[in-house]
């Protein structure tokens, strides 16, 4: 698999994920949204309208970016969502920004989303293209 692919590759992926989430937040339903419908991960309208940002963040990466910035732009988007895992575990509400404190759900969520994006992105900057024995 080729560098581009698997940072393009997730950064599509987690884009559409993180777009589809926002709006899912708006929406009354059983896994995202206000604490009134008891959903699985909590969030309210400033928390949906993160996910929509930073899920158009993670489809700039994939589609306006290539080679080494791409990569590190993943890197980078990783590093935002680990930094707002400690955030949120110090002030669950994000010091009085979110409508409604971060579940543990959410912290699981958010970390994965930063580990993966960092990996990836790590390996899709070190990696080197092989070109294809003829």
């Known amino acids: 698999m080729r560098d581009r692919d698997l940072v393009f590759g997730w950064s599509v992926v987690l884009g559409a994920l993180l777009i589809l989430i926002g709006v899912l937040g708006f929406v009354n339903n059983p896994l995202i949204g206000a604490p009134a419908n008891n959903p699985v991960a909590v969030t309210g309208t400033i928390h949906d309208m993160v996910h929509l940002a930073t899920g158009a963040i993670a489809l700039y990466i994939a589609f306006g970016l290539r080679g080494r910035g791409q990569a590190m732009a993943l890197i980078g988007l990783g590093v935002v969502y680990l930094v707002f895992v400690v955030l949120t575990i110090l002030s669950p509400n994000l010091f009085g920004i979110l409508n409604y404190p971060v579940n543990g759900v959410d ?10 994006s960092i990996a ?3 390996l ?8 294809a024995a003829a």
Request: charged content about 15%; hydrophobic content about 50%; overall charge positive.
């Open 107 to 116: 912290h699981l969520i958010h970390a994965a989303i930063g580990v993966v």
């Open 124 to 131: 899709g900057r070190s990696r080197r293209t092989v070109a």
């Open 120 to 122: 990836i992105g790590y």
